[in-house]
């Protein structure tokens, strides 16, 4: 079961890791790839729910909502999670041009606005409904992300900062109710795989959406690149200065103006992959009703 899952997982990285790089699937590695993680993820299930003991994992854990659905939480939790974080420092780099020590700067309130809200949940959650605090998280997270569509090449720090604190604020808030609403309602006997499982789905996530992010963003890359020099010709009235001006220097001037194009259409590449976020994060509220709530003689 252990090996299945491996392969599967590993298979379904590589997938997604090397897809852009290699056309996807116009590769026969990517065919390989696939193969291997049908073959890996369905035997793994198969073995699961079929062998009478000593399986990988008992499947009865997946029979209790709470655990389903917090899996389905912290996999979208580790996506936002470090899929954001894989974006922001190349865009202030490449983009704001940004040395390494200003963007650590930038992007430190964020971990100021998790370290707050963890510090403020742990003192509320005993007294308000978990799922409450997960839904104030989630909606915090999906505003940051929001916030985040509405980056310029032109604008300064403070919405960079004020978004990564609201983000961090939220993702506080998922946190700690979550990983006690999800085991809450669980057997005993099964707490220490289904913790495992927990942090394996996180992981999962943080890997997968880093991978599907920087797909996306080298895909609307390419295209958004097409789109905009469709306006690049000799007859655009506000090329015209331009060559005026380098009468002698086409070569500088178009490089120049393949520069501001290339910025332009990383920039609103950033933008979709943080729409993107934001839509999969509001997608995951729908979920929140399945978790119960016990009642006080079932934690008895």
């Given amino acids: 079961g252990f090996t299945m899952l491996s392969i599967g997982i590993g298979s379904l990285q590589l997938l997604l890791d090397r897809g852009s790089a290699v056309d996807w699937f116009d590769s026969h590695e990517i065919w390989i790839e696939s193969g291997l ?27 209790d909502k709470n655990v389903a659905t917090g899996l389905t939480f912290i996999f979208v939790v580790g996506i936002i999670l470090l899929a954001s974080l894989a974006l922001l420092p190349p865009m202030l780099a490449n983009i704001f041009h940004y040395p390494t020590m200003t963007t650590g700067l930038v992007l430190a309130p964020r971990g100021v606005g998790t370290l707050f809200s ?148 990383a920039m609103i590449s950033y933008v979709n992959d943080f729409k993107f976020m934001m839509i999969v994060t509001l997608c995951t509220i729908l979920f929140l009703p399945l978790m119960q709530k016990p009642k006080p003689r079932e934690l008895a």
């Fill in 37 to 63: 993680v049908i073959i890996g993820l369905w035997v793994f299930v198969v073995h699961i729910m079929t062998t009478p003991k000593d399986a990988f994992l008992d499947p009865q854990i997946f029979r």
């Fill in 118 to 265: 963890m510090i403020l949940v742990g003192k509320v959650v005993k007294k308000v409904d978990e799922r409450i605090l997960i839904l104030l998280g989630l909606l915090l997270t999906a505003w940051s992300l929001e916030m985040m569509t509405n980056f310029t090449p032109q604008m300064d720090s403070d919405l960079i900062i004020i978004s990564g604190v609201v983000q961090g604020l939220g993702l506080g808030l998922v946190f700690v109710p979550l990983s006690t609403i999800t085991f809450i309602t669980l057997d005993r006997r099964f707490l220490t795989d289904a913790t495992a499982l927990f942090s394996l789905s996180r992981n999962i996530g943080s890997s997968i959406g880093i991978s599907i992010v920087s797909a996306i963003f080298t895909r609307n890359m390419q295209v958004n690149h097409n789109e905009l020099s469709i306006f690049i010709n000799p007859f655009e009235a506000n090329l015209k200065p331009l060559v005026e001006v380098y009468p002698n220097q086409q070569g500088m001037v178009l490089s120049v103006i393949d520069g501001l194009v290339n910025q332009q259409a």
